[in-house]
């Protein structure tokens, strides 16, 4: 038995596939999986046995600035990955017997599986990127906000954007194999019975008609890894440090530095990951420690906070780890969505949008460290479910079979 797991994206977009590529293997499930051609993740798969099939250009460097590219640039990048995708995919899936996307990237796959006669599951990371009337959709780079605020309309007119971007482009490679034209592209790829890979006590999907969402837990890998022996001395030398880190996001170049004022001020040590914004300190006091990609399992549990831009990874790990979370959501995707959770779970702070001043941080800091918000987020933690992507490889296994 042989699936294709597709998606494009940073980081946070590929690991919960590599997490249920380990699963689907260990259920003898052949794996080949269609990522971005970049180093980190073609390294990453090969030390893990999984063929990578390269589709699109290298994220990083499309996020090189601390700017997103430019409304006309993004739409051209969007058409060029449809057009790589029906060149890609129909190889890569060959043999398969299913096909399992992420992300709405993913406008190709599902036509690509119905040529091929195979199984076709979507899956979304956050409940927030599927319809419902009980909340908007989430932004979408380089398209206009809309000053509306009922839901419903919202999401109607998120369809029609989608259209717009994708649908021309779609149709005319439907056609050019055979397959009839569709009219509504997001919930061509989305189906109508798609898959939440998020846990259901940190972000639960709320019942909505027309909508089968199968929530399987988020698609997690034990990491063992030990923390770097720099890093470990730091920890060991003083009380647990707030961790600053972005990820693969790139936030404008004096976050570290209004962090860290706002973290010293607290009485606290911190820890910046550099992160591909290559986040640095802003002098060489040793109560600060600049590290790069270390096991966040392994540190989270041992730092007083972590600071993030809301992935749905981090926030699930620190949520895990039972730690506080001060949220600086950077307006992109899902980041203002886990933001909001973290602040209606009462496991952390969430400010409003990526803009820092020394009030906000400092109102934030104060609420992330206080004994009520640590008592809530080790209360929380152990609620975190750890199987989702075990869950997810079954249920894929059961109906292949």
Same mark, same amino acid.
């Given at each position: 038995?042989?699936?294709?797991?597709?998606?494009?994206?940073?980081?946070?977009?590929?690991?919960?596939?590599?997490?249920?590529?380990?699963?689907?293997?260990?259920?003898?499930?052949?794996?080949?999986?269609?990522?971005?051609?970049?180093?980190?993740?073609?390294?990453?798969?090969?030390?893990?046995?999984?063929?990578?099939?390269?589709?699109?250009?290298?994220?990083?460097?499309?996020?090189?600035?601390?700017?997103?590219?430019?409304?006309?640039?993004?739409?051209?990048?969007?058409?060029?990955?449809?057009?790589?995708?029906?060149?890609?995919?129909?190889?890569?899936?060959?043999?398969?017997?299913?096909?399992?996307?992420?992300?709405?990237?993913?406008?190709?796959?599902?036509?690509?599986?119905?040529?091929?006669?195979?199984?076709?599951?979507?899956?979304?990371?956050?409940?927030?990127?599927?319809?419902?009337?009980?909340?908007?959709?989430?932004?979408?780079?380089?398209?206009?906000?809309?000053?509306?605020?009922?839901?419903?309309?919202?999401?109607?007119?998120?369809?029609?954007?989608?259209?717009?971007?994708?649908?021309?482009?779609?149709?005319?490679?439907?056609?050019?194999?055979?397959?009839?034209?569709?009219?509504?592209?997001?919930?061509?790829?989305?189906?109508?019975?798609?898959?939440?890979?998020?846990?259901?006590?940190?972000?639960?999907?709320?019942?909505?008609?027309?909508?089968? #969402?199968? =929530?399987?837990?988020?698609?997690?890998?034990?990491?063992?890894? $030990?923390?770097? +022996?720099?890093? %470990?001395?730091? *920890? @060991?030398?003083?009380?647990?440090?707030?961790?600053?880190?972005?990820?693969?996001?790139?936030?404008?170049?004096?976050?570290?530095?209004?962090?860290?004022?706002?973290?010293?001020?607290?009485?606290?040590?911190?820890?910046?990951?550099?992160?591909?914004?290559?986040?640095?300190?802003?002098?060489?006091?040793?109560?600060?420690?600049?590290?790069?990609?270390?096991?966040?399992?392994?540190?989270?549990?041992?730092?007083?906070?972590?600071?993030?831009?809301?992935?749905?990874?981090?926030?699930?790990?620190?949520?895990?780890?039972? #730690?506080? =979370?001060?949220?600086?959501?950077?307006?992109?995707?899902?980041? $203002?969505?886990? +933001?909001?959770? %973290?602040?209606? *779970? @009462?496991?952390?702070?969430?400010?409003?949008?990526?803009?820092?001043?020394?009030?906000?941080?400092?109102?934030?800091?104060?609420?992330?460290?206080?004994?009520?918000?640590?008592?809530?987020?080790?209360?929380?933690?152990?609620?975190?479910?750890?199987?989702?992507?075990?869950?997810?490889?079954?249920?894929?296994?059961?109906?292949?079979?």
């Amino acid at each position: 038995m042989r699936v294709l797991l597709s998606t494009y994206g940073t980081r946070g977009d590929v690991e919960p596939l590599v997490a249920l590529a380990v699963r689907l293997r260990a259920l003898g499930v052949e794996v080949r999986m269609c990522a971005p051609p970049d180093e980190e993740f073609a390294e990453r798969l090969a030390g893990l046995g999984i063929q990578l099939m390269p589709a699109g250009p290298p994220v990083k460097a499309l996020m090189r600035g601390t700017a997103l590219p430019s409304a006309a640039d993004l739409s051209r990048y969007r058409n060029e990955l449809v057009d790589t995708q029906f060149d890609v995919l129909p190889t890569a899936v060959d043999g398969c017997d299913a096909l399992v996307a992420a992300g709405l990237a993913q406008i190709a796959a599902r036509s690509v599986a119905e040529a091929a006669g195979i199984r076709y599951v979507y899956t979304s990371y956050s409940a927030i990127n599927l319809p419902s009337p009980y909340h908007a959709p989430p932004p979408r780079p380089g398209w206009p906000e809309p000053e509306m605020t009922d839901n419903r309309t919202l999401w109607e007119l998120d369809a029609h954007n989608v259209n717009a971007q994708f649908g021309e482009a779609l149709n005319g490679h439907r056609a050019s194999i055979g397959l009839p034209p569709v009219d509504n592209v997001r919930d061509h790829v989305f189906t109508g019975r798609p898959w939440l890979a998020a846990d259901p006590v940190l972000g639960p999907w709320r019942e909505t008609p027309g909508l089968d #969402v199968t =929530q399987t837990g988020a698609w997690t890998l034990a990491d063992e890894r $030990p923390l770097p +022996a720099e890093l %470990v001395t730091f *920890l @060991d030398a003083g009380a647990p440090p707030v961790y600053v880190g972005f990820g693969s996001m790139r936030p404008s170049p004096d976050i570290a530095r209004r962090a860290i004022e706002a973290i010293r001020a607290q009485g606290h040590r911190a820890l910046v990951s550099r992160g591909w914004a290559d986040l640095d300190l802003v002098d060489g006091r040793d109560d600060c420690l600049a590290i790069g990609e270390v096991n966040h399992q392994r540190l989270f549990g041992k730092v007083a906070a972590v600071v993030h831009h809301g992935g749905a990874g981090t926030t699930v790990t620190a949520a895990r780890a039972g #730690v506080p =979370q001060v949220v600086v959501p950077l307006q992109l995707a899902d980041n $203002p969505y886990w +933001a909001g959770r %973290v602040a209606a *779970l @009462d496991i952390g702070a969430a400010l409003d949008g990526p803009t820092l001043t020394t009030e906000s941080l400092s109102v934030a800091f104060k609420t992330a460290l206080s004994p009520e918000t640590r008592a809530r987020a080790r209360a929380l933690g152990a609620q975190i479910r750890t199987d989702g992507a075990a869950a997810a490889a079954s249920l894929l296994l059961d109906a292949l079979r």
